[in-house]
């Protein structure tokens, strides 16, 4: 993909100071036409001194214009291919790897030349799972005995909605924030708690 304009620094508008408009605007044309499809220029007036430094300079921008591009194709191979390692090595499809968080690797970032250690989706849900008597036994500070056990059979109720309906995740879930707040047995069953 070829670049869709003409760089024109400002430093030009000095070193064509003395070229009458005519001449500038043959000079700006040619260049344009030399930047589109490498076009020589070949100009009849005092325009023609500055052409060759013209091109040339459009040839330093195209040369840089070439490598941007080939380094931002590069980092988009390289973040692709972390991508899809990053989702298997999780036990996810390449399908899910730009949701699927990323493997414990470090990976290089190629367009800012640092590496970042990424971590997986998996990894920090079991993070969170270990987590979370803590964060469930904060469910019950400064309640008094009887508002922490009404709570936690609120929970063991919930539990059993769950469990009945098949959803045992989500079951555990509940349990594990009953037994934070001191209840251990869940015999109660979905039939019996809405009584």
Not at 47 to 64: G, P, S, T, V
Not at 144 to 172: H, I, M, N, W
């Amino acid at each position: 993909m070829g670049k869709n304009y003409t760089a024109i620094p400002h430093v030009y508008l000095e070193e064509c100071a003395e070229l009458s408009d005519e001449e500038f605007g043959r000079l700006m044309r040619a260049l344009l036409r030399f930047s589109i499809d490498g076009t020589p220029m070949e100009l009849p007036g005092n325009e023609r001194f500055l052409a060759r430094r013209m091109m040339n300079q459009e040839r330093i921008h195209a040369e840089k214009y070439e490598q941007t591009i080939r380094r931002r194709s590069e980092a988009g191979r390289a973040a692709a291919a972390a991508r899809w390692h990053s989702a298997s090595a999780c036990g996810g499809s390449p399908a899910d790897a730009p949701d699927a968080g990323k493997d414990t690797d470090t990976v290089a970032d190629t367009v800012t030349g640092t590496e970042k250690e990424t971590v997986c989706f998996a990894d920090e849900r079991e993070r969170r799972e270990k987590e979370a008597p803590s964060a469930d036994a904060a469910r019950y500070a400064g309640l008094s005995p009887d508002e922490r056990a009404d709570k936690a059979r609120s929970y063991a109720r919930v539990a059993a909605l769950f469990r009945s309906g098949g959803q045992t995740a989500a079951a555990e879930r509940f349990e594990a924030m009953a037994r934070a707040g001191g209840l251990d047995t869940y015999e109660t069953t979905y039939e019996e708690s809405e009584t």
